[in-house]
């Protein structure tokens, strides 16, 4: 905060390329003692770059880095953990088969007699950890059985466990719930308060000014500002970000949905009849129409996407049906139900969506295959046009399509799998946290495309942990909670409030 | 604190694009550096005969080599490759009473059986690869025995010009091999089969949203595999114009994951190279000429392939993320 003092972390004029693009050019960077430091930049402008420079993942093509004063240089992560930078990567890097509290406590375990670990003390150990951070879980239970806010909420944690003096965040609440991300600004404030220094890189514009004391604005690899936050007007880093004028940014609203769709009426092009799961469905019914954004409201855990996964077909369920556009599906098909139209933009990009061995437009292609070739063979032309065009709409930014998908930034690969899903041809259109990680401009791209997609009649199921998107792109939103269907609002009864409203008292409504 | 390193990202870096290279084309540099030294130093290296020998001898374990890219591609393994060659050789002189053609088809639904066992045990049964192809390779070695418990020669001509016969002077055995390289090739680069296959090996959850058919694609796979192990166990059968199970494709399967990986396949699967899978096969066997043309025993051969495939699963993984 204080100037004159030396920066606990300072980068200076890092530059770092990878074939083909310049990531960094002449990065400066200075992180003071105690601050919190924002790092904000479109898609692909550099931010994650810059991070795996400061934590040793990268090692810079050129410039310096300092700590405390004197130059370091980190060859591995470890030695940047080592010298007291802990960081929480953009994708969740911990080790899914085992438990909770491994992970938690991984290579500072407990250890009894005979240097064997403690399992009894790890577990107590563990369970102190999370309930600091407001976390009911079984701590025995394997990592990948938690959704992914949660598994977010225990990278956290144990970044913020270990002794550190600057922790890093990469886009930490992308997964995260409202109450979630207070927790965590909790932890951000006792950071601060402990002299330690933050960096922050988030999409989310309102959680920067929350908790934020500086900002760094990266664009296209290079610093376009930097300097105290509190006074930089919203539009006037959103024009830095996008190196836009700020009365362009001003025309724009804040999300970029045009209002209400005019939803055909008929046949619903997707409906879910009383679909039912132990312990995860009971009787969710929706019926989403041609030209209609459906929103699904709901906490973590409530439902919401094992809803998508079964109406898609990824989830088997043991009662009820799915019919798009007037077929019965076949349970358990994501083949079946791709065919029919209805197309699953899954919330872990990682996991379930991108296959990182292969190219940008074999991902792209990936679902649509059957539909661009013929007797089994791909027409190539075909499989170039369609990956042209979704590249250009989506905007997709990449060397060439024939990148590996791995090499893109994160927000980019969201595109990519928007991409795959419009490939299909779909008729209606699953999406689990679509603008989870992507940058406002892209941000507001993605949804001025559902509203598109709307309008050219197709039906729209959105999950959103983002209540403001959720409340100005959905023409209707149904409220799940502890997987049933818990109020159902429309027209102008869709608001936060409301929402809210329906998420807390719901469980007495319908029992 | 070592252990944490498996939470961190690995440093990407020079080394890591070196290793990336040396994945991809090492192979190939390799074979032409022992091309080179052979010619060099090797007496009678560029006469034809000694030509035609290399590759009528990689002619088999390149056509095995083949189906084992493709089960490697999808992040499994096939042990039971040389077993199942032995069980197609045990056929061929069960059925060579009806005629050649008979006895082939017999032996190449043989093996094409026996994939599709260890590819439903696979797909739709949950076991992992290495344990159900393990047990075909030892159940499948002792089928054969029992059919055929001792070296049985025979005189079929049709079978035995199959093994020996050349046209436009180019041993029939290559030629088949050859295409057989080709229609892979066209099958891994061109078809859907393939462009999903490799997606299976990349991320099993992601192809599975994506409405792929993953276990009918796995069995097919692996009955790939049991299907050209069958026809090298044919050829093999053909030329040596006797069927031994006992020993015929004995540590095939070895040599096929070397040449597979080698010629820069990951073990993880995502990723399928036919043509490095190719020249890894040349590099074993030119590796084995040369040593034994220089007159050091089988077992030098052993020493070095096993240094070749450390190496080359050390630049897989270096690569890995
Ligand atoms: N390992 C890599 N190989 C090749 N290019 C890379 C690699 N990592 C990043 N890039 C490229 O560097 C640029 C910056 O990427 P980076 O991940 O730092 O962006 P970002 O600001 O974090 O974006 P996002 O908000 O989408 O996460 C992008 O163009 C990306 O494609
Ligand atoms: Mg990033």
Same mark, same amino acid.
């Given at each position: 905060?204080?100037?004159?003092?030396?920066?606990?972390?300072?980068?200076?004029?890092?530059?770092?390329?990878?074939?083909?693009?310049?990531?960094?050019?002449?990065?400066?960077?200075?992180?003071?003692?105690?601050?919190?430091?924002?790092?904000?930049?479109?898609?692909?402008?550099?931010?994650?770059?810059?991070?795996?420079?400061?934590?040793?993942?990268?090692?810079?093509?050129?410039?310096?880095?300092?700590?405390?004063?004197?130059?370091?240089?980190?060859?591995?992560?470890?030695?940047?953990?080592?010298?007291?930078?802990?960081?929480?990567?953009?994708?969740?890097?911990?080790?899914?088969?085992?438990?909770?509290?491994?992970?938690?406590?991984?290579?500072?375990?407990?250890?009894?007699?005979?240097?064997?670990?403690?399992?009894?003390?790890?577990?107590?150990?563990?369970?102190?950890?999370?309930?600091?951070?407001?976390?009911?879980?079984?701590?025995?239970?394997?990592?990948?059985?938690?959704?992914?806010?949660?598994?977010?909420?225990?990278?956290?944690?144990?970044?913020?466990?270990?002794?550190?003096?600057?922790?890093?965040?990469?886009?930490?609440?992308?997964?995260?719930?409202?109450?979630?991300?207070?927790?965590?600004?909790?932890?951000?404030?006792?950071?601060?308060?402990?002299?330690?220094?933050?960096?922050?890189?988030?999409?989310?514009?309102?959680?920067?000014?929350?908790?934020?004391?500086?900002?760094?604005?990266?664009?296209?690899?290079?610093?376009?500002?930097?300097?105290?936050?509190?006074?930089?007007?919203?539009?006037?880093?959103?024009?830095?970000?996008?190196?836009?004028?700020?009365?362009?940014?001003?025309?724009?609203?804040?999300?970029?949905?045009?209002?209400?769709?005019?939803?055909?009426?008929?046949?619903?092009?997707?409906?879910?009849?009383?679909?039912?799961?132990?312990?995860?469905?009971?009787?969710?019914?929706?019926?989403?129409?041609?030209?209609?954004?459906?929103?699904?409201?709901?906490?973590?855990?409530?439902?919401?996407?094992?809803?998508?996964?079964?109406?898609?077909?990824?989830?088997?369920?043991?009662?009820?049906?799915?019919?798009?556009?007037?077929?019965?599906?076949?349970?358990?098909?994501?083949?079946?139900?791709?065919?029919?139209?209805?197309?699953?933009?899954?919330?872990?990009?990682?996991?379930?969506?991108?296959?990182?061995?292969?190219?940008?437009?074999?991902?792209?292609?990936?679902?649509?295959?059957?539909?661009?070739?013929?007797?089994?063979?791909?027409?190539?032309?075909?499989?170039?046009?369609?990956?042209?065009?979704?590249?250009?709409?989506?905007?997709?930014?990449?060397?060439?399509?024939?990148?590996?998908?791995?090499?893109?930034?994160?927000?980019?690969?969201?595109?990519?799998?928007?991409?795959?899903?419009?490939?299909?041809?779909?008729?209606?259109?699953?999406?689990?946290?679509?603008?989870?990680?992507?940058?406002?401009?892209?941000?507001?791209?993605?949804?001025?495309?559902?509203?598109?997609?709307?309008?050219?009649?197709?039906?729209?199921?959105?999950?959103?942990?983002?209540?403001?998107?959720?409340?100005?792109?959905?023409?209707?939103?149904?409220?799940?909670?502890?997987?049933?269907?818990?109020?159902?609002?429309?027209?102008?009864?869709?608001?936060?409030?409301?929402?809210?409203?329906?998420?807390?008292?719901?469980?007495?409504?319908?029992? | 604190?070592?252990?944490?390193?498996?939470?961190?990202?690995?440093?990407?870096?020079?080394?890591?694009?070196?290793?990336?290279?040396?994945?991809?084309?090492?192979?190939?540099?390799?074979?032409?550096?022992?091309?080179?030294?052979?010619?060099?130093?090797?007496?009678?290296?560029?006469?034809?005969?000694?030509?035609?020998?290399?590759?009528?001898?990689?002619?088999?374990?390149?056509?095995?080599?083949?189906?084992?890219?493709?089960?490697?591609?999808?992040?499994?393994?096939?042990?039971?490759?040389?077993?199942?060659?032995?069980?197609?050789?045990?056929?061929?002189?069960?059925?060579?009473?009806?005629?050649?053609?008979?006895?082939?088809?017999?032996?190449?639904?043989?093996?094409?059986?026996?994939?599709?066992?260890?590819?439903?045990?696979?797909?739709?049964?949950?076991?992992?690869?290495?344990?159900?192809?393990?047990?075909?390779?030892?159940?499948?070695?002792?089928?054969?025995?029992?059919?055929?418990?001792?070296?049985?020669?025979?005189?079929?001509?049709?079978?035995?010009?199959?093994?020996?016969?050349?046209?436009?002077?180019?041993?029939?055995?290559?030629?088949?091999?050859?295409?057989?390289?080709?229609?892979?090739?066209? /099958? $891994?680069?061109?078809?859907?089969?393939?462009?999903? #296959?490799? =997606? +299976?090996? !990349?991320?099993? %959850?992601? *192809?599975? @949203?994506?409405?792929?058919?993953?276990?009918?694609? /796995? $069995?097919?796979?692996?009955?790939?595999?049991?299907? #050209?192990? =069958? +026809?090298? !166990?044919?050829? %093999?059968? *053909?030329? @040596?114009?006797?069927?031994?199970?006992?020993?015929?494709?004995?540590?095939?399967?070895?040599?096929?994951?070397?040449?597979?990986? +080698?010629? !820069?396949?990951?073990?993880?699967?995502?990723?399928?190279?036919?043509?490095?899978?190719?020249?890894?096969?040349?590099?074993?066997?030119?590796?084995?000429?040369?040593?034994?043309?220089?007159?050091?025993?089988?077992?030098?051969?052993?020493?070095?392939?096993?240094?070749?495939?450390?190496?080359?699963?050390?630049?897989?993984?270096?690569?890995?993320?």
């Amino acid at each position: 905060m204080s100037d004159g003092t030396a920066p606990v972390l300072e980068a200076r004029g890092i530059s770092k390329g990878f074939p083909g693009v310049l990531a960094l050019d002449g990065v400066s960077f200075r992180l003071a003692a105690g601050e919190v430091h924002a790092l904000v930049g479109e898609n692909g402008a550099g931010k994650s770059t810059l991070i795996k420079v400061l934590t040793g993942v990268h090692q810079p093509d050129r410039g310096e880095l300092r700590l405390h004063g004197g130059p370091v240089s980190f060859g591995t992560p470890l030695d940047a953990q080592r010298a007291g930078i802990s960081t929480i990567y953009q994708e969740v890097n911990l080790v899914p088969q085992m438990s909770v509290a491994h992970n938690l406590l991984l290579g500072r375990e407990p250890r009894g007699r005979l240097g064997v670990i403690d399992t009894g003390q790890l577990y107590t150990q563990a369970r102190r950890v999370m309930s600091r951070y407001g976390i009911q879980t079984d701590v025995r239970r394997p990592l990948r059985s938690l959704g992914m806010g949660a598994q977010q909420m225990v990278a956290l944690a144990r970044a913020v466990s270990i002794d550190a003096r600057v922790v890093i965040m990469d886009e930490p609440t992308s997964a995260l719930e409202p109450r979630e991300v207070d927790t965590l600004f909790g932890v951000i404030g006792d950071l601060r308060a402990g002299g330690i220094s933050v960096v922050y890189v988030s999409h989310r514009l309102e959680e920067l000014y929350r908790i934020c004391d500086q900002v760094t604005v990266l664009r296209d690899g290079r610093v376009a500002h930097t300097g105290p936050l509190a006074g930089l007007e919203r539009v006037k880093l959103i024009a830095l970000m996008l190196g836009r004028d700020t009365a362009d940014v001003r025309l724009r609203g804040q999300t970029e949905f045009a209002g209400r769709h005019t939803a055909k009426n008929g046949q619903p092009v997707v409906e879910a009849r009383a679909l039912s799961r132990r312990h995860q469905l009971h009787d969710v019914s929706i019926r989403v129409r041609p030209g209609e954004v459906v929103g699904l409201g709901g906490l973590l855990g409530a439902g919401r996407s094992e809803t998508a996964k079964a109406i898609a077909g990824a989830l088997p369920f043991d009662g009820g049906a799915v019919v798009v556009a007037g077929h019965a599906l076949r349970k358990g098909s994501p083949a079946a139900a791709i065919r029919a139209g209805a197309s699953l933009l899954p919330e872990d990009r990682k996991a379930e969506g991108i296959v990182p061995t292969m190219s940008v437009r074999d991902n792209i292609a990936l679902a649509a295959l059957p539909r661009l070739s013929r007797a089994g063979i791909v027409s190539e032309a075909r499989v170039d046009r369609v990956v042209q065009t979704l590249m250009k709409r989506l905007r997709i930014k990449a060397t060439s399509p024939h990148q590996k998908v791995s090499e893109l930034s994160g927000g980019n690969q969201q595109k990519v799998l928007l991409a795959r899903s419009l490939a299909t041809g779909a008729k209606v259109l699953l999406l689990d946290e679509p603008t989870r990680g992507i940058d406002v401009g892209a941000k507001a791209e993605v949804q001025a495309l559902i509203d598109e997609l709307a309008a050219e009649g197709l039906g729209v199921l959105l999950i959103s942990s983002d209540l403001e998107e959720l409340v100005e792109g959905s023409d209707r939103v149904v409220v799940l909670r502890d997987g049933a269907v818990v109020g159902e609002l429309s027209g102008d009864e869709v608001t936060e409030e409301a929402i809210m409203r329906a998420i807390a008292d719901g469980g007495g409504v319908d029992g | 604190m070592a252990e944490t390193a498996g939470t961190l990202p690995k440093p990407l870096g020079g080394r890591t694009r070196t290793l990336a290279w040396l994945q991809r084309y090492g192979v190939y540099a390799s074979v032409l550096a022992l091309l080179l030294f052979n010619v060099a130093f090797t007496p009678h290296f560029l006469e034809v005969a000694n030509f035609r020998t290399q590759l009528i001898q990689v002619a088999p374990i390149v056509i095995v080599s083949l189906g084992m890219a493709l089960v490697i591609g999808t992040e499994g393994i096939d042990l039971s490759v040389g077993s199942v060659m032995a069980l197609s050789s045990a056929m061929v002189v069960l059925y060579l009473g009806y005629g050649a053609p008979v006895a082939i088809v017999a032996a190449l639904v043989a093996g094409a059986a026996v994939g599709a066992g260890g590819g439903a045990l696979v797909a739709y049964a949950g076991v992992q690869p290495i344990v159900a192809t393990l047990a075909l390779l030892v159940g499948i070695r002792g089928l054969a025995n029992v059919l055929v418990p001792q070296l049985t020669e025979f005189r079929n001509p049709a079978l035995i010009t199959l093994g020996s016969r050349s046209v436009l002077g180019l041993p029939l055995v290559v030629i088949i091999a050859a295409v057989l390289t080709a229609v892979v090739a066209f /099958l $891994v680069k061109r078809t859907i089969f393939g462009r999903q #296959l490799v =997606a +299976v090996g !990349g991320n099993r %959850a992601a *192809a599975k @949203l994506s409405g792929l058919p993953v276990r009918r694609i /796995l $069995v097919a796979v692996y009955v790939l595999s049991g299907l #050209l192990a =069958a +026809v090298a !166990g044919v050829l %093999a059968t *053909a030329r @040596l114009q006797a069927s031994d199970p006992t020993s015929l494709g004995l540590l095939m399967e070895l040599s096929a994951i070397t040449a597979v990986v +080698v010629g !820069g396949t990951p073990l993880t699967g995502g990723r399928v190279r036919v043509l490095g899978t190719v020249m890894g096969a040349l590099l074993i066997q030119l590796l084995q000429a040369t040593l034994i043309k220089h007159n050091l025993p089988q077992s030098w051969t052993q020493m070095v392939q096993a240094v070749i495939i450390l190496a080359a699963v050390y630049a897989a993984r270096g690569r890995k993320k």
